[in-house]
């Protein structure tokens, strides 16, 4: 017995001594906070995307004279969900939160964030700060050059084509991925990854890539994101509340990939300007053409996971087909949308804690179907009660 509580002892020694490695930083954090949560904000450090110019969402006749159906609720709650937002014809439509959350709460983008890394890209190039969709990587970090002849380009990164080895896992203590989320060397992370195929050839979703994208924007703007996209589009759109962008380390680098931390109203902002074609009132915040580009997947790809050819993904940005509609939207785990309808002019936001681990024959969590029904739903008692309202004048 006394020779195994001191094998347990050494094992808990050896353990703890590899804790402790300043390089198992991220693992430490990870053993402690265990999956990333939305709310979870506060034990990062963080920078503030700052609101410089907030405008209330003018409101619709009908806002909020509606319910949610009462046979979605139970979906809606056993997934957790904190907010749902829907905009039409830039008006606020409906809103509803649980659990606490309101329209001022802060909550986790998740990789929604990646879209807005992308408009950050657009704004660079319409600034004259980058060249092109097609400007080589390597003018900017020269570790990325080529593979097999084939010069990497920021288009490639836009569209998760790189071809490097970056590993995307969200249930892996040891992943690339863990450590972005938790680590304090959002750099090294970066540039580990390595060319390993030649890129523009097949669609592989990688967090990394993302994260790469940022230093360049970074690099070739002279500051930080956050403060990028606070002067270029969140006080140009009006968002209401200041939003936090959390970081790797005090005075860090932001976790562009993902992390933006907001609200639902304030999302929905994204979505419009999807709408708008990069357009927000007066100013063009965003050219039209790489809106376009942005939010067209680039079907040369090929999407690796299912050997098809890429139907759902532009630069940072997804899309699918709904009832015959086209919808182009931004997506993070755990269930953080911000749906743009065209034909509808509509937005939808659902934020939460949970989505479906089942996919769709397009390739999407099963439960986009709800959130998109939910709000054609609305959308729809809404149109019958402005025909109701017009009838009885």
Not at 116 to 141: M, N, R, T, W
Not at 300 to 316: A, R
Request: glycine residues 6%; hydrophobic residues 40%.
């Amino acid at each position: 017995m006394k020779k195994v509580f001191i094998i347990i002892g050494v094992v808990i020694v050896l353990v703890a001594g590899f804790l402790a490695l300043p390089s198992n930083y991220y693992l430490r954090q990870a053993l402690i906070h265990l999956h990333p949560k939305i709310d979870q904000f506060p034990i990062f450090d963080n920078r503030v995307v700052v609101a410089a110019d907030p405008v209330p969402w003018p409101v619709a006749e009908g806002y909020n004279r509606l319910s949610l159906p009462e046979d979605v609720l139970p979906e809606f709650e056993e997934l957790e969900t904190v907010a749902y937002v829907v905009i039409q014809d830039g008006k606020l439509l409906f809103e509803e939160y649980w659990d606490g959350y309101s329209e001022r709460s802060h909550s986790n983008s998740f990789s929604m964030a990646k879209s807005i890394v992308s408009l950050a890209v657009g704004c660079a190039i319409d600034d004259g700060f980058i060249e092109s969709v097609d400007q080589p990587v390597q003018d900017f970090y020269p570790e990325f050059a080529e593979y097999n002849g084939k010069t990497l380009t920021i288009r490639h990164l836009l569209t998760m084509s790189a071809g490097v080895d970056f590993q995307e896992a969200y249930t892996s203590p040891f992943s690339p991925t863990t450590k972005l989320y938790y680590g304090n060397d959002l750099q090294k992370v970066t540039f580990d990854m390595k060319m390993i195929e030649e890129p523009g050839v097949n669609f592989v979703y990688q967090s990394g890539v993302t994260q790469l994208l940022t230093f360049i924007v970074e690099m070739a703007t002279g500051e930080p994101i956050s403060d990028y996209v606070s002067r270029r589009l969140w006080s140009f759109m009006g968002a209401e509340e200041t939003a936090v962008w959390s970081l790797d380390k005090k005075d860090g680098i932001e976790k562009a990939y993902c992390c933006f931390n907001s609200n639902a109203r304030d999302f929905a902002r994204f979505g419009q300007l999807i709408l708008n074609e990069g357009r927000w009132g007066r100013w063009q915040l965003v050219s039209a053409e790489y809106m376009k580009e942005a939010t067209t997947p680039d079907r040369s790809l090929i999407y690796k996971e299912y050997n098809t050819p890429n139907t759902v993904y532009g630069f940072q940005f997804w899309n699918l087909a709904f009832e015959g509609m086209r919808v182009i939207y931004m997506r993070g785990i755990l269930g953080q949308y911000v749906f743009a309808i065209p034909e509808k002019n509509a937005v939808i936001v659902r934020l939460g804690k949970k989505r479906s681990e089942e996919k769709t024959a397009q390739h999407y969590p099963a439960d986009i179907d709800l959130w998109l029904s939910t709000g054609m739903r609305v959308l729809d008692a809404a149109e019958k009660l402005t025909e109701r309202a017009d009838e009885a004048e």
